[in-house]
């Protein structure tokens, strides 16, 4: 399994890299569509790209510093780097939606003209590269960081879906109105994503329990191992995105201390089976009036 994550951390690493190169050149297309244009939403769009470019490259750095091994200082190694990361993305998309509505509004009260085969080529162009930009970063697994990353190129590929039908509303009906209120749709939908990300973060951020796990389905899972006899102290958290650490109390009900140690492996082993948990400390009691020591594993 360790193989298997580090395997994983070496493509994603390429993946970023690949990310900021294609971002690069969806912004300089963007950009000159825009001016040439003079389509707000276009122009909007090429500016989330340099953003997708910098959060493309803070992830990069984050992914670096958290394959950092533990030490004496972070005993919990880097993997945290990460979630500040995405923190920093997400909080950086907020802006961005915020700014983009507030021109959107001024465009609304003042429609201006817009060159809307122009619009239409540059959009396409960025929905294509953001599109498949995004799938070089989809693995499937819950890295806070690798998906505050996607989650910008996904924004980014829908918000030039969005210039591109307002392009084509645009060169059929004259109506400039279009390109702000599309504007304003996409800052609307940007911002609601954002949130649920810096929302998720500061779950982690707090020690939260992971979203995607119910405490007392744990309790149950650990209360129905042969030998445990009780569970209190129970507390579930999440370094990053991926990594759940959990400690317990147990109490036994066996005297037996070789049979504690038996009993222990075994709960490990349900929780890593169906919960994903990686590290798990657990504290050992017995029944009162039962076993001469505890354990702690």
Known sequence: ????????DQRLGGRLIGGIAINV??????????????SLALITDALHNV????????SLVAFRVARRPADERYTFAYRRAEVLAAVVNATLL????LYVGYEAVLRIAHPEPVGGWIMMAAAAFGAIANGAAALLLHTGDSNLNRRSAMLHLVTDSVASVGVLVAGLAIQLTSLYIIDPIVSLLIAVWMFRESWRLVARAARILMQGVPE?????????A???????ADLHDLRVWAISGDDVVLS???????????DGTEVVSAVKAVLHDRFGVENATIETECVAGGCAGCAVS
């Not at 297309?29 to 040439?36: L, N, S």
């Not at 317990?248 to 070789?258: F, Q, S, T």
Request: charged residues 20%; glycine residues 6%.
């Open 51 to 58: 953003t997708d470019v910098a959060s493309l490259a803070l």
């Open 25 to 38: 050149v969806i912004f300089v297309v963007q950009i000159v569509g825009g001016v040439v244009s003079g």
């Open 222 to 228: 650990v209360l129905a191992v042969d030998g445990v």
């Open 248 to 258: 317990a109390h147990l109490v036994l009900d066996r005297a037996d201390i070789r």
């Open 94 to 97: 907020l802006v961005i939606a």
């Open 1 to 8: 399994m360790a193989h298997d994550h580090s395997h994983k």
């Open 212 to 220: 995607d796990m119910e405490l007392e389905a744990v309790r149950d």
